[in-house]
Structures are given as C-alpha cells and as structure tokens.
C-alpha cells in the first residue's frame, strides 16, 4: 500500500494522461477538418500514446495493490486559428504534463516511496523527449505558410508515424 496523498496524486496523473489523450484527439480533428491527414495522424498517435502512459499508471497502481480511480474528462480545446497554435498548445500540455510528474517525483520523495520513484524515471525521459519533438516541430513551422509545399512536406512525413 502506498500513502494517501501519493495514490491520489497518481490516480491524479493516471487522469490527467487520459485527458491529454483526449486533448490531442481535438487537435487530430483540428487537421482532418482541414485535409491535413499526416498531421491528424500524428495527434492520433500522440493520443494513443497518452493512452498507453495512462495505462502505465493504472498498471502500476494495481501492482502496489492500489485501485485506479476514474475520474471525469474535461472538454478539450476544440477551436484553433491555425496550426502553430495546435503546436504551441501541445507543448504547453507537455509542459504540464513534466510538471506533473515533478511533483510525484516529489511526494515519492518526501514519503521514501523508492518503487515510485523508479517508475517514474521512464516518465522523466519520456517527457524531456516529448518537450523537444514539440519545440522541433515548433521550429521548423516558424516562417512556413500553412498549406505551403514545406508545411505539405511536413504533413506527408507525419503520415508515416506509426505508433
């Protein structure tokens, strides 16, 4: 059995990766409404990965002998003026999402939860590389005109992601 607040707070993030999933559902649907089929594929599989790194938490709460708890989605953005700020809201998520884990990091801490802490270092990297592909993909659509032979460029290459 792990303390009070540390189940909480991982019962917190186990929700908060199912929003994020859901979160980039909307962003999917931001491009697929424009035709830009690669880079809904790329939210598409964004969310399932969010997915999968929900799951993770579940799994891990069950193994400490825990009860994942449900808790209610919130509806995400579903309106945006155009790509870079579907782009600049994904990494701001991301951001969240590495303060989140932060925070656990912290409480595990505190509590001496030493099996926490090591589940959670996969979290630590995974974020750093989630921020970073974000930031990339940020730079690269800076001065590039939506729609434009580049930004078309783009969306072929993210037509290819696979999960």
Not at 93 to 122: M, N
């Amino acid at each position: 059995m792990l303390p009070e607040n540390l189940t909480q707070a991982l019962n917190d993030q186990f929700n908060n990766e199912l929003q994020a999933a859901h979160a980039y559902k909307a962003m999917a649907a931001y491009f697929s409404e424009k035709g830009y089929h690669g880079f809904a594929n790329f939210f598409l599989v964004q969310s399932q990965e969010e997915h999968e790194h929900a799951m993770k938490f579940y799994e891990f709460l069950v193994t400490m002998a825990e009860k994942p708890q449900m808790q209610a989605l919130n509806e995400p953005k579903n309106s945006f003026a155009n790509s870079m700020e579907v782009m600049e809201s994904a990494l701001s998520q991301e951001k969240d999402v590495t303060k989140r884990i932060y925070d656990l990091v912290g409480i595990a801490d505190e509590t001496h939860e030493h099996a926490t802490l090591s589940f959670l270092d996969w979290f630590i990297e995974e974020q750093m590389e989630e921020e970073k592909m974000f930031r990339d993909i940020i730079a690269r659509l800076k001065g590039i005109q939506e729609g434009g032979e580049y930004f078309l460029k783009m969306d072929d290459e993210f037509a290819a992601r696979k999960n």
